[in-house]
């Protein structure tokens, strides 16, 4: 079974600064997708990058990009520029089926 | 227009009683889903329904049951309310496809008090 970790439970981040949130997966399939989900107090459950584990290049959305490490099953994402909206807890996940306990990430003005 | 909508936002509601969410999504996707996110942050996968037949069904008490009456609706059903049910239970879709490489959209969850 596919599971997945985050070993910062908290993190926080200068406002303009950049800041990394680690993901470690365990799975025995060769073929999958990896997932970073922003949750805000707001509650709402937002998509903020995806990868593919097919693909070597790491994915980019804006001031979002990952670090995918396929033999190290390592998928962690760098903030850069923080912003107080980026406050939020992110959650890594392995396709639909597995997520991680989350990161709370606070920034500091 | 919201893309997916469960209601209600919030239940609170006595042990042993009967409670029903439901969601509906106007994206168009075949495949929809049930989590839960407990006290702790936690979420885990529930249910997942493709064009209305059920394809996962994690290790959850037969007291919850989903009906899925078209693929555009998933309700949730529990009978018989645990204090443990409390909970927020989110309400997700994907579009065609394998439902495990598909972004999930969410609906804004509803939380569930048990008292």
């Known amino acids: 079974a596919q599971t997945v970790t985050q070993s910062q439970p908290e993190m926080s981040v200068q406002e303009a600064e950049t800041v990394t949130l680690s993901c470690t997966y365990d799975t025995s399939e060769s073929d999958y997708y990896l997932f970073w989900y922003k949750q805000p107090p707001s509650r709402q459950m937002i998509l903020v990058i995806r990868?593919?584990?097919?693909?070597?290049q790491n994915a980019t959305e804006n001031r979002f990009s990952v670090n995918f490490q396929k033999a190290a099953k390592s998928f962690s994402l760098k903030i850069s520029d923080s912003q107080l909206g980026d406050a939020a807890m992110y959650f890594c996940?392995?396709?639909?089926?597995?997520f991680g306990a989350g990161t709370r990430l606070t920034v500091k003005p | 227009d919201t893309a997916v909508s469960q209601t209600p936002k919030y239940l609170v509601t006595q042990m042993g009683n009967d409670k029903s969410i439901k969601c509906e999504q106007n994206?168009?996707?075949?495949?929809m889903y049930w989590y839960k996110q407990d006290s702790k942050k936690f979420l885990k996968i529930m249910f997942s329904y493709n064009n209305k037949e059920l394809i996962i069904n994690e290790t959850v008490p037969n007291r919850f049951s989903p009906k899925s009456p078209d693929k555009a609706h998933l309700n949730l059903h529990i009978n018989s309310l645990e204090l443990g049910d409390s909970a927020v239970y989110f309400c997700?879709?994907?579009?065609?496809?394998?439902?495990?490489?598909?972004?999930?959209?969410f609906g804004n969850g509803t939380r569930l008090t048990v008292t």
């Open positions: 990868q593919e584990a097919y693909k070597q």
């Open positions: 997700a879709s994907s579009p065609v496809g394998s439902s495990y490489n598909s972004p999930l959209h």
């Open positions: 996940a392995y396709g639909t089926l597995r």
């Open positions: 994206l168009g996707h075949d495949t």
